[in-house]
């Protein structure tokens, strides 16, 4: 069994809605145990500006699937949500985003897997959630809280709960 770091994000739809029934997904789909689940934040566009605010939460699972699985199955949830990596911008809208962030001390350098995720450590939007639920995590070196102390939190704001 391994433990997977998973971001979740979207501005298209009603995410907020979208989102309990993707980790019901995720969970299913991989057999897994949900560990934590972080609040849900408001945060800027990162990238292409010009478009929505994006909500992004981060999510702690064990499971049993080995990182790449993984990686294929979250692709095929965000395929179920609306989500056409083929069609869309870089960086632009989308119904459904979800990233592998680390898998246990994993480091993989492949075309279609990298792992901790590359571009982590530069995302106030995804360091906040994960920072809610794995401040002390340790990845490529760096603790979750320190990584995040570095970038501005400008912007992101913690939602109240749906419940």
């Known amino acids: 069994m391994g ?8 501005n298209v ?3 907020r809605q979208s ?3 993707a980790i019901s997904n995720i969970l299913g789909m991989t057999q897994a145990v949900l560990l934590a ?3 849900d934040y408001r945060t800027p566009p990162w990238g292409d500006e010009a478009q929505n605010p994006f909500i992004n939460a981060c999510i702690a699972i064990e499971t049993s ?3 790449h699985a993984l ?3 979250l692709h095929k949830i965000e395929k179920r949500f609306g989500r056409d990596r083929a069609k869309e911008q870089r960086w632009g809208p989308r119904t ?3 990233d592998l962030l680390a898998y246990d001390d994993a480091v993989i350098r492949q075309p279609d897997l990298t792992l901790p995720h590359p571009r982590l450590f530069e995302r106030a939007f995804v360091l906040v959630p994960l920072a809610e639920i794995a401040p002390d995590q340790v990845i490529a070196g760096r603790s979750v809280a320190a990584a995040l102390a570095q970038l501005s939190t400008e912007g992101i704001e913690r939602l109240p709960d749906l419940h």
């Open 96 to 98: 459904l985003d979800l």
């Open 37 to 39: 689940r972080s609040s």
């Open 19 to 21: 989102f309990p029934k």
């Open 13 to 15: 739809g009603d995410v």
């Open 3 to 10: 433990i997977a770091l998973i971001a979740l994000g979207g």
């Open 71 to 73: 990686l294929f199955t």
């Open 65 to 67: 699937l080995d990182p």
